[in-house]
């Protein structure tokens, strides 16, 4: 028994050291997971990008409000549509964070897209059109971010 402790305690470190060094510089330096192999996934390999929105606005007379449903709408039918579409999918959330010591709750969506890995010769710039699309919103409804994560994904219809 004496000995079993510290081989679980070595082997779940050196899973630990394995998992943390599988990364690789992405697009524009963000660091994301190895590539998955294609033999590993179900159905085409791709990558999976999550953007999210946060709905909270300040108006220019310094109150608050919100990003109603139909600009929403009107922002993911003349800015995300037009450079996905393929398709996509949003959802609604509510997320939360610390500032200036103090929890913000805030409303907001999540889009999900599916686009082509980098480097397979069908890619159609993807990586700029996710970046015009955070630039575009955090422009015109004054945000400071939108989070944006990528990772592979296996893929079938």
Not at 32 to 51: D, I, N, S, Y
Not at 78 to 99: I, K
Not at 116 to 141: H, N, S, V
Request: with cysteine; net charge neutral.
């Amino acid at each position: 028994m004496e000995f079993r402790k510290p081989l679980q305690l070595f082997l779940a470190g050196f899973c630990l050291v394995v998992c943390c060094s599988c990364t690789c510089a992405g697009p524009q330096g963000v660091r994301q997971a190895a590539p998955v192999q294609p033999a590993a996934c179900h159905g085409e390999l791709l990558l999976r990008t999550e953007l999210f929105f946060g709905l909270s606005v300040q108006n220019p007379d310094g109150t608050d409000a919100q990003v109603s449903e139909q600009q929403w709408q009107d922002f993911v039918d003349r800015v995300v549509t037009p450079r996905f579409s393929d398709g996509l999918t949003v959802l609604d959330s509510r997320g939360q964070w610390r500032h200036q010591g103090r929890i913000v709750k805030e409303k907001g969506k999540v889009l999900y897209l599916l686009h082509p890995l980098p480097g397979t010769g069908r890619t159609d710039d993807a990586d700029r059109k996710i970046e015009e699309i955070r630039e575009i919103y955090k422009q015109r409804f004054h945000q400071d971010s939108v989070l944006r994560t990528t990772i592979p994904a296996g893929v079938s219809f």
